[in-house]
């Protein structure tokens, strides 16, 4: 009854327009009318126009764009790296927009850095070099080795842990920088072609751990400056800039397969494009094979279901009852309707299925009351006579 696991293919599309993400979510990086310009006078170069951006804790947002399109430029602005000069800028909660030189420091604390040149000690060794970045975040000494020595293992360093910067390849270099930049798990990564110097095998387990970070207790965000293709799987959205301003700001096509699934369900229909974008920010998709059994009924279900694709065969005491296809929905949150799942649902052939959880759909209803009751109809209709509880 458990799926295949999360769906990995996901692929860059246009929707020429902004991501809207769910109000009340936690946004670590909130750009407003953002302008950038290098010189003065008759030598002055705006780089950056009237930039929007939001980004939200535990994202892996890709920047791509042309040569001078102004992405370093912005990064290094979200870093704290340069100062502001027009429009707003909050990162990490923390208002840059007229932030001094002590402010900035104090908030590149919390972020870890990824640049092409590896800026190592040369006098210290790989271990030494991502040891000093744990002061940033003291523990006992044991510990803060171990976690040193942890992530160089896990970028295949683990037998050159001693070794000096010279005695390092140009890739091996870099993931000694990866490592210090990881050790912290901090609160924003922020990376600027993190793996052009590195292999495919070296570049997998980089953005395997990236995305980690963001699925995991940190929930760290991660921003990429990046044209590798390999990352898009591992990405929620990429934003493109042209000529200094942001011109897309795209979901996965995983998300977008998910909210065309949610515009064809029965009580969602309707509903606008951003607002579906928001309930599919909540939902995963699982792999199924024909003759899985995916619920039963009676049981205490937990998670409702989505065709994506594939059909599937719903049975009610035994007997066949109707067919599942594209956008319809079952399954059951019995701990909020107080009712068990009132069909078994089996696989007739191979599916793509998404899926929204008791966590995620109880977070959905408390980040955004104007599909509330959509949802709450819409799982009642699973179970006629299900009469939701009270408002957690």
Request: charged share 25%; no cysteine.
């Given at each position: 009854m458990e799926g295949r696991g999360m769906t990995s293919a996901m692929l860059t599309t246009t929707l020429n327009r902004a991501v809207n993400k769910p109000a009340g979510a936690d946004v670590v990086i909130r750009a407003v009318g953002v302008n950038y310009a290098y010189g003065a006078?008759?030598?002055?170069?705006?780089?950056?126009?009237?930039?929007?951006?939001e980004i939200s804790r535990g994202e892996v947002v890709i920047m791509t764009g042309p040569s001078g399109s102004g992405k370093s430029?912005?990064?290094?602005l979200i870093g704290a790296l340069r100062s502001m000069q027009e429009g707003y800028l909050e990162v990490l909660h923390?208002?840059?927009?007229?932030?001094g030189e002590g402010a900035r420091v104090d908030i590149r604390k919390e972020i870890g850095f990824i640049f092409q040149q590896?800026?190592?000690?040369?006098s210290l060794s790989?271990?030494?070099?991502?040891?000093?970045?744990t002061a940033l975040k003291p523990a006992s000494v044991d510990e803060m080795t171990g976690r040193c020595v942890d992530m160089l293992t896990r970028l295949g360093l683990g037998e050159r842990i001693h070794h000096l910067p010279s005695e390092l390849s140009g890739g091996q270099k870099q993931r000694v920088a990866i490592a210090r930049a990881l050790v912290n798990a901090p609160s924003l990564i922020l990376a600027d072609e993190p793996t052009a110097s590195l292999d495919a095998n070296s570049s997998q387990v980089v953005l395997d751990l990236l995305r980690e970070l963001a699925d995991g207790p940190s929930r760290t965000t991660v921003l990429l400056v990046t044209?590798?293709?390999?990352?898009?799987?591992?990405?929620?959205?990429?934003?493109?800039?042209?000529?200094?301003?942001?011109v897309t700001n795209s979901l996965t096509k995983v998300a977008v397969r998910i909210?065309?699934?949610l515009a064809a369900t029965e009580g969602l229909v309707g509903l606008g494009e951003a607002t579906l974008s928001r309930l599919a920010n909540y939902m995963t998709v699982e792999d199924f094979s024909a003759g899985d059994e995916i619920v039963r009924q009676g049981d205490e279900g937990d998670r409702f279901y989505i065709v994506g694709s594939g059909v599937a065969d719903a049975y009610k005491d035994g007997q066949f009852d109707e067919e599942k296809c594209f956008g319809e929905s079952f399954g059951m949150i019995s701990s909020y309707f107080k009712i068990p799942i009132p069909e078994t649902v089996k696989a007739r052939t191979d599916m793509e299925v998404y899926v929204l959880d008791k966590d995620d759909f109880l977070r959905a209803l408390a980040d955004d009351q104007s599909f509330e009751g959509r949802i709450r109809s819409l799982l009642a209709g699973a179970a006629p006579g299900a009469q939701p509880a009270a408002t957690p």
């Open positions: 006078g008759e030598t002055r170069t705006q780089v950056l126009f009237d930039n929007h951006l430029t912005l990064l290094t923390k208002n840059l927009s007229k932030a590896h800026n190592l000690f040369s790989a271990l030494e070099n991502v040891r000093m970045a044209h590798d293709q390999r990352v898009i799987d591992k990405a929620d959205r990429i934003v493109n800039m042209v000529g200094g301003k942001i909210v065309r699934a």
